[in-house]
């Protein structure tokens, strides 16, 4: 499995953007897709997820919960991320990860065994 994730860039705070990530390969075991973000300096961060299935259910980190939203394209094998009312704080490389995780995995970082290369999000203030 690949992913291939893409749409960062820089904005101002309070601006918005769209990222996605397309994977390629079977993703017969994976479970879950996530969104992470690693700012310069710092760990990984849980920002969200979804299942790779027909459900509705999506999980979010505190810190998001409420500006971003993910969500998918079984069919294109793509997951987004819309990202609004950025901060500052929001600037991060921002990675897209799939696996065979479970509700209880769902923010454990080594829990998933594909990762793509990760875009650059920048807020301006």
């Known amino acids: 499995v690949q992913l291939q994730a893409s749409g960062g860039g820089l904005v101002q705070a309070g601006g918005s953007l769209r990222l996605s990530c397309a994977a390629s390969?079977?993703?017969?075991?994976?479970?879950?897709m996530a969104w992470y973000r690693q700012a310069s300096g710092k760990e990984r961060d849980f920002v969200a997820a979804?299942?790779?299935?027909?459900?509705?259910?999506?999980y979010y980190s505190a810190s998001v919960k409420g500006r971003f939203a993910i969500s998918k394209d079984i069919a294109k094998n793509t997951v987004y991320l819309q990202l609004n009312a950025l901060k500052p704080e929001d600037t991060a490389v921002y990675l897209c990860?799939?696996?065979?995780?479970?509700?209880?995995?769902?923010?454990?970082?080594?829990?998933?065994?594909?990762w793509g290369q990760g875009t650059q999000v920048t807020v301006s203030s």
């Open positions: 390969g079977s993703l017969i075991s994976v479970n879950n």
């Open positions: 979804v299942p790779w299935d027909g459900s509705r259910i999506t």
């Open positions: 990860a799939a696996g065979p995780t479970s509700p209880d995995s769902i923010n454990t970082p080594r829990r998933y065994d594909y």
